[in-house]
């Protein structure tokens, strides 16, 4: 079955700019979280998506948000972008709410480069 | 507050010889801890899941045990191959709240031939 797709793979954008990205889970698949990944920090949970509705969210500023569609496909949006929103940002799918104790299935990332 | 600590230098290990590598934590009440792989500009890879109330898990080559007591985890590959070169990341859910998994940092195996 197909895995989680992210697009674009890769992006320059300008300070101060906005920015979408998306993912599609794995059919089926009903939650979806957004991470960031920084050398200096890691892994860092954004926020996740579940039947539509934000349902956790991580300790973020307002400028990142998210929505999730009624076919669980999600967007992140950035806006105002600073340099230090460079990073890959990652988006993975799980079957049911963690309570289920499902791993993520990850996509491949899009690499946001803020020049 | 809440740490999550995997070893930040690279573990160097020959063909064959089985790598373990350690993830420690402080502060939490786990529900669960994964492991997964992640290999240069990919998304991490889930590799396997060990509840709290389990001592061990394998999956072929793998195995994971988790001490509650010690608040830790270790990960062990067997009869490692250059293709497990890669960084190896654990996450914890802990219970009582979202379960949501915080990541490690992620030690980096390298497996020489």
């Known amino acids: 079955k197909a895995g989680v797709t992210q697009t674009p793979r890769y992006l320059i954008k300008t300070r101060g700019q906005q920015v979408t990205l998306s993912c599609s889970p794995i059919?089926?698949?009903?939650?979806v979280s957004w991470y960031q990944q920084t050398p200096g920090q890691g892994l860092q949970f954004l926020f996740e998506?579940?039947?539509?509705?934000?349902?956790n969210k991580g300790n973020f500023p307002g400028r990142f948000s998210g929505r999730q569609f009624s076919n669980s496909r999600s967007e992140m949006n950035v806006s105002t972008l600073e340099l230090g929103d460079s990073a890959l940002y990652l988006c993975?799918?799980?079957?049911?709410?963690?309570?289920?104790?499902?791993?993520?299935?990850f996509g491949s990332g899009t690499r946001l480069t803020v020049v | 507050s809440q740490k999550i600590e995997q070893n930040s230098e690279a573990l160097n290990i020959q063909e064959g010889k089985t790598a373990t590598l350690t993830c420690n934590y402080t502060?939490?009440?786990?529900?669960?801890l994964q492991w997964y792989r992640q290999d240069p500009g990919r998304g991490p890879v889930f590799l396997l899941l060990?509840?709290?109330?389990?001592k061990e898990k394998r999956k072929e080559r793998l195995k994971v045990t988790f001490d509650t007591t010690l608040k830790q985890s270790l990960f062990h590959i067997t009869a490692s191959q250059p293709a497990d070169s890669a960084t190896y990341l654990c996450?914890?859910?802990?219970?009582?709240?979202?379960?949501?998994?915080?990541f490690g940092r992620g030690t980096s195996l390298i497996v020489h031939p």
């Open positions: 060990i509840r709290e109330n389990e």
């Open positions: 059919s089926g698949h009903r939650s």
């Open positions: 993975a799918s799980s079957l049911t709410s963690w309570q289920g104790g499902d791993g993520y299935t």
């Open positions: 502060n939490y009440s786990p529900a669960y």
């Open positions: 996450a914890l859910s802990a219970s009582g709240g979202s379960y949501i998994p915080t």
């Open positions: 998506y579940f039947s539509e509705t934000q349902r």
